[in-house]
């Protein structure tokens, strides 16, 4: 056997410090023990033998935490003449110590090397392969637990700084370890002040596989998921389904930095007595007030959901007065709304945020019209004219693929008759 001095408080040292728990660590430093042991073979390859990836495969460690020490053992099959040493055991050999022993059998057996044998750079290669095996583990390990959390929201807690990165610790419940988690500057919010031990609600976008380096965790702050989660935490209609949230479109962060984060978001409900918009604001806006604290001031507009497109358009332009809504191509779901000129830049918005939003939320194409400068007859002219123009071209490319399958359908009836008259003037009868 070979000493290991500590083994006890390295596995424990281990498990504790990487929140692994202990057969995963002990389970690492056998297959390290493994490596290690294939590297003192190598080296003390003499007879310049070929070992392939699956050499040793026969090969196993067997730790012994209480005597602080491992063993090598291999399985071996029993023959009568050996080719293979590192495979095979002569019968003759094995009869000494098991007389019952029969050809064909496998019997296991201790190859530990010396104690000064199995050198430095077996050494170094256990504890390389030891450092890859933990990480694998951790990464196992924080993939398992957080598979099924992906698209909830977690509490986090800002760790450091990396690059335009927040690294922050995240568990996945009570008395569970923390693990690392990473927040991209795409996922940050403008408001938000990213300072050491700083907690935020954070959205857990995705658990990454593989064996990247860094975080496997990517959390949000930007994800539309995490004001209906602070929505639905906030507001008991919502969890008990008497409200729901139909549509969400947030800008976290908007292309000009004179423009501030804004949501808008539309709800509905099957209850004739309640009022969606109402139960989602609150009593003097105290429900609204705590996810707009949250999301560090952030514009939010609650909207009631409508199955008429014209009403629900008109809902989604919000806090704008809309006088009318025209759905010019429901087809290509574009429509044109018409405002009175002192709501014209109130319904666009500060650099377009909020007919933007407005089409995010609905699906459909707005442009926004003075009401006053509004020509019907020329835009109704113009989109029949388009309308026509769209009707020709899907006539022509319907009667281009109708020629095409024609003239396929031809050559195949062509081939049919052909081959049917070869079949008829070959002859049936071999010559004698």
Known sequence: MVSLPGLQELIDSISRDRNLPKHAVQAALREALLKGYERY????????RTFDEEYFDNFEVELDVDDEGFRVLSTKTIVEEVN???????????????AEAQLGSEVILDVTPEQRDFGRMAAMQTKQVLAQKLRDQQRQMIQEEFQDLESTVLQARVLRFERQSVIMAVNSGFGQPEVEAELPKREQLPNDNYRANATFKVYLKKVSQGQQRGPQLLVSRADAGLVVYLFANEVPEIEDEVVRIVAVAREANPPSRYVGPRTKIAVDTLERDVDPVGACIGARGSRIQVVVNELRGEKIDVIRWSPDPATYIANALSPARVDEVRLMNPDNRQTHVLVAEDQLSLAIGKEGQNVRLAARLTGWK??????????????????????????????????????????????YEDYEEDYETEQETEPTDLPV
């Not at 073979?41 to 310049?48: E, T, V």
């Open 366 to 411: 707005i442009d926004i019209k003075d009401r006053e400068k509004y020509d019907r007859a020329a835009e109704d002219t113009k989109f029949a004219e388009l309308a026509a123009q769209y009707q020709a071209q899907a006539e022509a490319e319907a009667a281009e693929a109708a020629a095409a399958d024609a003239e396929a359908e031809s050559d």
């Open 84 to 98: 293979d040493p590192d495979h095979q055991i002569a019968l003759r050999e094995v009869q000494e110590f098991e």
């Open 41 to 48: 073979r190598r080296a003390q390859n003499l007879d310049k």
